[in-house]
Every structure is written in C-alpha cells, then in structure tokens.
Nanobody, 124 residues
Framework: QVQLVESGGGLVQAGGSLRLSCAAS????????AGWFRQAPGKEREFVAA????????YYADSVKGRFTISRDNAKNTVYLQMNSLKPEDTAVYSC?????????????????WGQGTQVTVSS
C-alpha cells in the first residue's frame, strides 16, 4: 500500500510559478513510476507529466512542455512538479499517482495509487 499526499497548490497570477510536491509513504522501497494529472471544472482528468523511478526518463503533455518540469528525490520519497509561466488554462486540481507495473506511463488507468489532489488557480 502506498499513500500519496500533494501540497504546494494555491492562487497565482498568470506568468507566475508554483512547485507542487507529492509525498509518498508505505511501499516506497520498491521501484515505482510517478505521474501528475489535472482536472479542471467540467473537464475530464488529463495527463500532465510522468517520471521513471530513476528520474532518467520523463514525459510531458504538449500543453505543458517547456513550462513544467517533473522531478523526484527518492531519498525524500517525494515527487515534484515545477510549474512556470502559468496560464489561466492551467487552473485545475492537480493529483499525483504511482504505479509499480510500468516503468513510465501517461495513462491514468495504469496508475494504482492516487493522492487527493491540490488546487491550482491561475488568475488573469
């Protein structure tokens, strides 16, 4: 069992930055890939970024490529999402997820564990 808790969300002006954190506990000694997803009001959950266990492989949605950076510090059991040049359309609840079955994946159905999410609001 893995528990994930997100933090770092908040209200930020367009063009600003936020760093989200995802703290993991439980089965953290095993190799797991991690990802970030978001869900805006009235929309389906969408993929944002993913990272392999070692951090050597990352993948981003086209909408955030060049602006967001996913990273991890396994010694701290934490995955990060650095968000720069934020836009109002980035407003959403951001959730982190983990999977032990894939080295890296962008598919939400392939993640087994999810955090509760943290709200990010970008004002214009």
């Amino acid at each position: 069992q893995v528990q994930l808790v997100e933090s770092g969300g908040g209200l930020v002006q367009a063009g600003g930055s936020l760093r989200l954190s995802c703290a993991a506990s439980g089965r953290t000694g095993s190799n797991y890939a991690a990802g970030w997803f978001r869900q805006a009001p009235g929309k389906e959950r969408e993929f944002v970024a993913a990272i392999s266990w070692s951090g050597g492989n990352t993948y981003y949605a086209d909408s955030v490529k060049g602006r967001f950076t996913i990273s991890r510090d396994n010694a701290k059991n934490t995955v990060y999402l650095q968000m720069n040049s934020l836009k109002p359309e980035d407003t959403a609840v951001y959730s982190c997820a983990a999977t032990f079955h894939y080295s890296i994946t962008s598919m939400s159905q392939e993640y087994n564990y999810w955090g509760q999410g943290t709200q990010v609001t970008v004002s214009s």
